[in-house]
Structures are given as C-alpha cells and as structure tokens.
C-alpha cells in the first residue's frame, strides 16, 4: 500500500518519502489475486506488462475457484465463473501472483523517481502533527532521525503505528477462530487436481468448520501452494500436525515440503474514521479481515488511489479540505460493507448451506442447493461494485449513499466507476483520460464544453476535454456530457451545462 500511494504521489509531481522496516521482501505467498480494477491502476502507472511479466503461473491459467464439499477427493465439487464476468466494465483483465512480485514491480519503478525517498530498514518510532505539518521519527541501527512534511499517511499495517498515536479506534465482528496458513510444495497434489478444470484457487466446505473455510491456492502452476484453515486455539508449530491438515482437507495424504506455518485470527476490524487532522491510514492500517475473495491488496490500493489525487490536489492549491475529509468518508463506508456484508456473508450463507442440506439425507436437494451456493460465491464478487453516490464530493442522486453493493452497468453514473468505451478513431476512453478530471463530450454543445473548461480555466483545476460522436457503444453512457475525477470515478452527468459549472467544480474538489 505505502509503495502503490508513494508511486502514485510521485507521479503527480508530490515529493514523499517512505518508511519500510523490512530491508528485504517477505516470501510469504499472500495478496495474490488482483482485480481488474487493481490493474487499472497498474496501466495508469505504466507498469502492467511488467506486472503480467512477474506472474508466477503460466499466461493464460484461469484465475477462478473449484468449490469442493468436504475434500479434494469428493463427488461434489463446481467450478462457477465469478470476477470474470464484470471483466468487460473494466479496462484491464485481473492478474494473479504474489504479493511480493507486485510489490518489487512497484519498488523498481519508484527508484525511477527523483521526488520519492526510500527509508529501507528504518522504524517509525513516534508521529506528531501539529497545524502547521507533522514530524516522523524514525530509527535504524540505535540511529534516529526526523522528517517533516505535510500530511502522514499510514499504511503500516494492523498494529498501525499511524493509527494508534492519531487515537483511532476500530470495530468490527470476531469470529473467534484461529487459522493456520502453510506454505508447502507437493508435485503430488499437483496431479492430484487434474480432476478439475484449471483454476487457481479450491475451497472446501465442510459440514465441521461452521462456514469457515479450508482453502488451497496454487502460487505457480506445478508445485508451490499455500493453504488457510482453522485450527485449535493454543496451536503451535510445535505441538500441531499441519502435514496431517492438509491430507484431510484433501481426503488423501501426499508428499509435501512445508515452507512456512504462520497464525491469524478470523476478525474483521474496520476504523472508525481514516483520517485524524493531518494524518491518514490506508490498507491494513484501517481495515483487517480474512483473506477471503482477495479484498486486502485491492482494497488497500484503492484507499492509495483515492487518497493520492486528493492530497494532491490540496497541495496544489486546487482541492479543498473537505477533498481529504471524503477520502474517509468513501472508504471507509465500503469496507465496511466489504468486512461485515460480503465476507461475512459468505461466512454465514455457508454455514446455513452446510447445518441444513446432507448428501446422506436427501441428495437431490443437495445437489440444487450446493450449486447455488458455489455460485454464490461469485455472486457476491460480481456485486461488489463500489459506488460513491453520497459522498460530498460527488453530485450523485437524491438519496445516494456509499456502498460496496452494487450492478455493473455501462451507464455513466455519478458515483460509480466509468465504464470503457471505444472511441471512434480507435482509443479506448480510458487511454485519453487526463490526470487531472476529464469532461468527456459526445455531440455535446460546444458552449457547454467551453463552460466547463472556463471555468475550471478560473478555479485553477486541471480538466482534459475529450470529444467524440455519441454513437456506438458510446451511446451506452447515457450521457453527452460526463465529468470524471482523477481517479475514473464519474462525478457529474447530463446532456447540457448545469446551470454553474463553478459550482460543479468547486463541490468535486471539496471547495464549497
């Protein structure tokens, strides 16, 4: 998260600094499966060949999940589409590895870049903010030092320095379970999943577990995988039989090497508010929960996006400090809605599946109901549409609010992510944003264009015009005239000038 925030800050000419305890990358398999929103951003980066080029599986290996009941071994099993079919809303197709190689992607771009400091090996120590900046100190061999700046953001994880010492508080549900993740090599399990069509990741429901999962994901295609399930509390490297877990999951025992044994607790914790004065969290700084659906990495680098663009512009002078205020109020509604609604959805549909439906006690209803439970999984990702629609920064509709639920349409609407849209001499309209926002135009009257672009010419906000014919798949938006921010979410839409664009302008960047 802090990388993805730096980088995207650097490349709107921030100057930034960041503190990384770790001098060397974490091997540990985890935040692998990335959305196609979250590679989006990789494309606006100018990284998404080089992200694609450090997958760990072949080009082409399907992404998407085998639902088992019981074990590995079992009669039961499905194999539903899920996040690919919102692919075509989005501008980029979803990628998958670990959460290292992403990261070393990022960290190699950022020594690009003049106006981002790397802090390697040092620790944050204590943050202090004051109305005139904040000041970090940091330590690195007994050594300290001190850096000032304007803003602090942190994305220091779920102990978040950041977040305690702006006193912060989190809530959320804990499902009082410990879980076991195992990082392990078996060519053996490898051919033993040749039963199922090609996937990345298999999750097993059983009758025992309550609606927790066990859960086996490939890392590459041949070897390597990690697995989650929960285990008995007190449960240690020590004293617990992990080779033995992952044969009953997989209803077979196979060789394996175990790399790695690690523990989590199954909770979901959201903070209250993201932002306390000057200071700010992103990523597991504001929101743990379990790493289900792949919500961790996609979550925590949209909070970078949506937050950079804003701390941007109020350092620019253009955005206001209600613009920071709505990076709080945005997030943190949606994941909430993630934590309590969508993870802790699939929790409780499973564990309703699995207390009132047996194959030994009537195998037709079980076999109905099952499939729409594996489907059910795939439901939920293609609903969660993050929507802004009542945020003070948005002119969405009456009533609008802020939530993860939603539909993918191609409608342009004000809240929700632009959709892409080929435009008539070939460029998709993802590749003629601006940084800044962007009035797309199709058949619109020139005077309402110029309104816009005079007036944001007056308020000093950066606006990129683009202007088309709304035929074609263009017509689909609903729209001639649609204002995006700097982060492809729609702002405003009509079919003529509103009576103020100043207005418009001024609401959008948090300067009413």
């Known amino acids: 998260m ?6 995207d800050l650097g490349l709107r000419g921030v100057s930034c600094a960041v503190i990384e305890r770790r001098p060397q990358l974490s091997s540990i398999p985890k935040g692998q499966g990335l959305s196609q929103r979250t590679v989006e951003h990789f494309w606006s980066w100018g990284l998404v060949d080089e992200l694609r080029a450090a997958r760990a599986m072949p080009t082409g290996h399907p992404i998407g ?7 590995l071994l079992s009669d039961f099993w499905h194999a539903p589409p899920a996040r690919e079919l919102v692919a075509p809303f989005y ?17 190699q771009r950022l020594a690009d870049l003049p106006n981002v400091d790397m802090h390697v090996g040092w620790k944050a120590i204590s943050v202090e903010q004051d109305p005139d900046g904040v000041r970090v100190v940091m330590e690195k061999d007994g050594v300290q030092e001190e850096l000032e700046g304007e803003f602090v953001v942190g994305c220091d994880g779920g102990h978040s320095l950041v977040r305690e010492q702006a006193d912060i508080a989190r809530s959320g549900t ?13 060519p053996e399990l490898h051919e033993a ?40 509390a007190g449960s240690t490297v020590e004293n617990f039989d ?10 077979f025992a196979f060789d394996c090497e175990i790399d790695h044994v690690g523990f989590w607790d199954l909770r979901v914790q959201v903070a209250d508010v993201y932002r306390s004065g000057r200071a700010f969290i992103a990523g597991d700084a504001a929101h743990t929960h379990p790493p289900y ?27 206001g400090d209600a613009l920071l205020d709505s990076y709080s109020v945005e997030r943190q509604a949606i994941f909430r809605d993630v934590g309590e609604d969508i993870i802790g959805g699939w929790i409780r549909d499973d564990r309703a599946f699995l207390e009132q439906y047996s194959p030994s006690v009537d195998r037709a209803e079980f076999e109905r109901r099952f499939e729409e439970a594996a489907k059910g999984f795939g439901k939920r990702l293609r ?27 191609f409608t342009a609407q004000a809240g929700h992510h632009l959709p892409p849209q080929p435009l008539s001499w070939g460029s998709n309209v993802f590749e003629e944003l601006g940084t800044g926002f962007t009035l797309l135009a199709f058949d619109a009257e020139s005077s309402a264009v110029e309104a816009f672009r005079e007036s944001a010419e007056v308020a000093g906000v950066p606006l990129t015009v683009v202007r088309d014919t709304a035929a074609g798949e263009r017509a689909a938006y609903g729209a001639r005239l649609v204002l995006v921010r700097p982060d492809q979410y729609v702002v405003w839409t009509g079919d003529v000038a509103p009576a103020d664009p100043g207005h418009v302008l001024r609401t959008v960047t948090g300067r009413t």
Do not use: C
């Open 242 to 251: 992990f080779a033995g877990l992952l044969h009953q999951a997989a209803g």
């Open 293 to 319: 659906g792949g919500f961790g990495l996609n979550n925590g680098l949209e909070d970078a996006v949506n937050l950079s663009w804003k701390l941007a512009a109020v350092l620019a002078g253009w955005g």
């Open 193 to 232: 999943l040749k039963r199922f069509p090609d996937r990345s990741t298999y999750r097993v429901m059983h009758p025992d577990l309550k609606g927790y999962w066990k859960f086996f994901g490939r890392v590459d295609v041949g070897e390597e995988f990690f697995f989650h399930a929960p285990v008995p």
């Open 65 to 71: 999940q085998v639902t088992i009941y019981e074990n």
């Open 2 to 7: 802090g990388v993805g925030l730096a980088l």
């Open 91 to 107: 501008f980029q197709a979803n990628e998958r590895l670990p959460q290292y190689r992403t990261e070393a992607v990022l960290r």
């Open 174 to 186: 804990d499902f009082d379970e410990l879980v076991a993740l195992v990082v392990f090599r078996s």
């Open 383 to 409: 609903n969660f549409e993050p929507r802004y629609e009542g945020s003070p920064v948005v002119l969405g509709p009456p009533g609008g609010v802020i939530s993860a639920h939603g539909e993918h349409t």
